[in-house]
């Protein structure tokens, strides 16, 4: 059960991240655009990143938006777009190519960004994650 919650929010996140211009994400990886600045800077500074961390991460994240972008439909931006200013989930209806796509890019990121943190801050995210997926703000102050 672990897992699948895992797997869940991390596709949550991958989704946020990848899909950027319409969602900034991730430390820094994986928030909306509107609001999220915040949230991203409270991830970066929870995290400790140093400004050429957030910098790489920033780049790693424009790269992913722009290939994410290529991957979803116009119409899928615009319920995307929609979803945001409402607050509420998107139905953006995935193939299951572009699930698999768009996975595959939630993982390169990950794997990315992981790699330019230090363990210390590599065990404050997973810290984060898991206050997050049990519901707390915690990530969020």
Known sequence: MKTKSWLCLSGALALLLVTSPL?????????????????QDNWGNALGLTPTQKSQIKSIRQSARQ???????????????????????????????????????????????????TPTQRQKLATLRQNHQDGGDQGDQ
């Open 23 to 39: 969602i900034p994400s991730f430390t820094g990886v994986v928030l909306a655009q509107s609001g999220s600045g915040q949230h």
């Open 67 to 117: 290939q994410s972008d290529a991957i979803l439909t116009s119409d899928q931006k615009n319920a995307l777009k929609t979803a945001r200013a409402s607050h509420t989930k998107p139905q953006l209806n995935l193939t299951p190519d572009q699930k698999t796509q768009l996975q595959a890019i939630r993982k390169s990121t990950y794997t990315k960004i992981n790699a330019l943190l």
